[in-house]
């Protein structure tokens, strides 16, 4: 008889992080070491030199793989940094189909970074699958999704986009970071790679850089691993036991966080000084029945429109209680700018082309108790 499998809560506090054997610890000590003795020329206790592997690193890479349900996972020191070991893959000529209303930063480091080593880029509606199937090549290799996107919350079939790329024999990337392992699982919906800026839900407490790949066959474990020992873009000892301990946490921060995100959206729908809200949880959401499907919760990302940038401005200096700052998923309420913070580097053009005005703003709503959330916001909207 199979054994049975854990619940998420369970594996998300003990995968990876068995009690350390000399002394009973049951937090993975952190490991603040360059270098290991080895017993013997040749010979070494299965560690040789800290930017190839470290075991609090180790630890964090197989819970987060039993989390997404992976093979294998790969840290490294922020999200950027590992979707630019992500992109190692491909080779001078190869064609990346992408989202398009990705995180800013992910565009920057394609078309400024990564296009001069003759990569080529497409970006298309991934909430239409078929935009997918129209943009393949040839010479594509990777298809990249943010599902829900950044900013502007449109959800992407996973499940359907899976099957256009594995009839080309083309890998499918999903950024997960919007929603953690906790309330979607795009492994399970076909993906082959999926990756996170960890520094967001994972980490969960604004404290901490990181990014991790989670891998579906040895043969992308065995390139990320060279990646991770060649470039050295690694995640350090110390952030990774900060990672360790968020995860532990995971499953009932994010419970929070769906609570509080469906109320605030709520909240927002009415308000009238919110021209529109975007957030899949709401039924006038165009994809809502998508995201029912293939998630197990809405999560606490929402995108309002407050109709120009005077409107936005005045929002945000009237917050008391949430932040405007950069990020999102931490246990704060974090809100942020996305014309001027996250998508300034996609250009005026761009921002407009997606929609992305400058009386937008993102929410990250928190775990605080949210009836001051919702009296945070009505008070700085309405002032």
Do not use: W
Request: contains cysteine.
């Amino acid at each position: 008889m199979a054994e049975k499998k854990l619940g998420f809560a369970t594996r998300a506090i003990h995968d990876g992080q068995e009690p350390e054997k000399l002394t009973g610890a049951v937090n993975v000590p952190i490991f603040l070491t360059s270098t290991y003795q080895q017993e013997a020329i040749g010979k070494n206790r299965g560690h040789e030199y800290a930017r190839l592997t470290n075991p609090t690193r180790d630890a964090l890479e197989e819970s987060l793989c039993s989390l997404e349900g992976g093979t294998s996972a790969h840290a490294f020191a922020s999200g950027m940094a590992a979707i630019t070991a992500m992109l190692t893959m491909m080779k001078t000529g190869d064609h990346i189909v992408c989202s398009d209303n990705v995180y800013g930063g992910t565009q920057r480091v394609f078309d400024k970074v990564l296009a001069n080593y003759g990569l080529t880029f497409t970006y298309v509606d991934t909430s239409k699958a078929e935009n997918v199937a129209a943009a393949l090549r040839p010479e594509t290799k990777l298809v990249h999704i943010e599902t829900p996107t950044n900013p502007m919350m449109a959800i992407t079939d996973i499940r359907a986009v899976a099957d256009i790329c594995h009839a080309k024999g083309v890998e499918l990337s999903v950024d997960n970071t919007f929603l953690s392992p906790y309330l979607q699982q795009p492994i399970a919906l076909g993906a082959d790679i999926v990756m996170h800026s960890t520094t967001k839900f994972l980490n969960g407490h604004s404290d901490g850089l990181g990014g991790v790949l989670i891998c579906t066959t040895p043969e992308q474990a065995d390139r990320f691993r060279f990646v991770q020992k060649c470039t050295g873009g690694i995640l350090s000892p110390f952030e990774s036991y900060l990672l360790l301990r968020g995860v532990k946490t995971l499953a009932v921060r994010m419970r929070q966080h769906d609570v509080n995100g469906r109320a605030v959206a709520d909240f927002l729908a009415g308000h009238r000084a919110v021209k529109k809200v975007f957030y899949p949880g709401l039924k006038d959401h165009p994809q809502h029945e998508l995201a029912k499907r293939q998630q197990s919760g809405f999560g606490s990302m929402i995108s309002i429109e407050l109709g120009s940038l005077e409107q936005a401005n005045e929002f945000a200096k009237r917050l008391r209680l949430a932040f405007l700052a950069e990020s999102l998923g931490g246990v704060e309420t974090l809100i942020c700018h996305p014309a001027t913070m996250t998508h300034a580097a996609i250009g005026a053009e761009g921002r407009a082309r997606l929609g992305i005005t400058d009386g937008l703003m993102r929410i990250s709503v928190g775990i605080e108790d949210v009836a001051d959330i919702i009296s945070d916001l009505d008070q700085a909207l309405s002032g």
